[in-house]
């Protein structure tokens, strides 16, 4: 068993800032703008920050950056870069460090200005020498890999990729901060432009700016701030491979190790989870994710998330503030899911809420299915 400070940390302040179009800020203003709003939702002073963990995908030393901006000297900083799945790392390792005392304050960071300075997707991945020849779509083309495969080998249709792009924007139409609201339905999905085949338009992420932040502390300082404390219960990452041409099945992710990890820390099971936020950047992932984090068998992703299940008013509650493939994704989108699952758990998601949510799953992906990270949280009544 992994010794883990189950439920001895908490995050105490949650934000977002920056949503969907933010012409004439850098990927660093996005950023420290959220940070201000997670430490104003803690009630803490930027001040009492002594440990900051950051990434931005236009500054691979952003940690020096972001310290020189905000006018802090943390004792440590981390700029650890494993993609989407970064956060959920930082928020590991600062739960860790704060146990241990090492440090009082822990701001994790996000920001991008993806939409507005360059207009597309930015990969930071270069593809591998056994990939180049075959000229892919960086980083969808992998996607659309494991989904022709997932297909293949479990029949999985157009159809049920599509359940998850409208279920996703249904969510999103609850969510005032989502960047796409309009209606979306089965028939417009599969009638989408192809990008990578099987994958349309309507399969992929947005591309979007956006910022996000969370404060980290000790629980015996927590209880004593302004919002209500989200305890940090479990957490568990693995790292399988870089590219997917090294995969040794392509319809299984590392996800399968990093949630069976989380679970056992945190001493839960899928059965008892409440709310799902896991990283959809296409919407292969959310099918894959569920499988392999337990919540259905390999191969019924598919025909889990048909009907509905997964949106307003199903089964199971999956990325509730409408996820990558219609709140935002800029670049990176990990944070996200540690924002919205501390927002239901507070009570604070509006018409998005889900009742009675006390035990969160925030799951994110780095890479090309490289990097799964997987985040339990919870209310004062899982302790």
């Known amino acids: 068993m992994e010794h883990f400070p189950r439920g001895r940390t908490a995050i105490v302040g949650a934000a977002v800032y920056g949503m969907g179009e933010s012409p ?32 931005t995908p236009d500054d691979a030393l952003s940690g020096l950056s972001a310290a020189e901006y905000l006018g802090i000297q943390p004792r440590f900083t981390e700029n650890n870069r494993t993609g989407g799945s970064a956060f959920h790392s930082h928020v590991i390792t600062a739960a860790l460090m704060l146990d241990a005392g090492y440090c009082d304050t822990a701001l ?5 200005n993806q939409r507005t300075a360059s207009g597309g997707l930015v990969s930071m ?16 083309s992998s996607y659309a890999l494991a989904a022709s495969r997932h297909m293949h080998q479990f029949g999985t249709t157009r159809e049920h990729l ?31 432009r192809l990008v990578s085949d099987p994958l349309s338009v309507r399969d992929c992420c947005l591309v979007t700016d956006g910022a996000a932040a969370i404060v980290m502390t000790r629980v015996d300082r927590a209880r004593d701030l302004k919002s209500e404390p989200v305890y940090v219960l479990g957490g568990a990452a693995a790292t399988w491979y870089s590219g997917v041409d090294q995969a040794t099945d392509l319809t299984v992710t590392a996800a ?23 990283y959809d950047a296409f919407t292969i992932n959310t099918l894959l994710f569920l499988e392999d984090l337990g919540f259905c068998p390999k191969g019924e992703g598919g025909r889990f998330v048909s009907g509905g299940h997964i ?33 239901q ?13 006390n035990l969160a799953l925030a799951h994110a992906n780095g890479g090309t299915l490289s990097s799964q990270a997987t985040m339990i949280l919870g209310t004062a009544q899982t302790l």
């Open 162 to 192: 599509a359940e998850v792009a409208v279920a996703a924007r249904n969510w999103a139409k609850l969510n005032p901060d989502a960047f796409m609201r309009e209606d979306l339905s089965i028939e417009d999905c599969l009638r989408a």
């Open 125 to 140: 991945r270069v593809p591998s020498p056994y990939e180049k020849p075959y000229r892919p779509l960086t980083p969808l």
């Open 256 to 278: 399968r190790e990093s949630g069976k990890r989380a679970y056992a820390i945190a001493g839960v099971s899928p059965q008892d989870i409440d709310v799902v936020q896991v």
């Open 24 to 55: 004439g800020q850098r990927s660093l203003d996005l950023a420290a703008h959220a940070a201000l709003r997670a430490l104003a939702d803690a009630g803490l002073q930027l001040s009492e920050v002594d440990a900051l963990f950051v990434c």
């Open 311 to 343: 949106g307003p008013g199903g089964g199971l509650a999956v990325n509730t503030n409408g996820g990558g493939l219609s709140c935002c994704h800029p670049g990176m989108y990990g944070l996200f899911t540690l924002v919205e699952s501390c927002q």
């Open 108 to 112: 994790i960071m996000y920001g991008s």
């Open 345 to 357: 758990l507070r009570g604070e998601a509006g018409q998005r809420q889900v009742r009675d949510a």
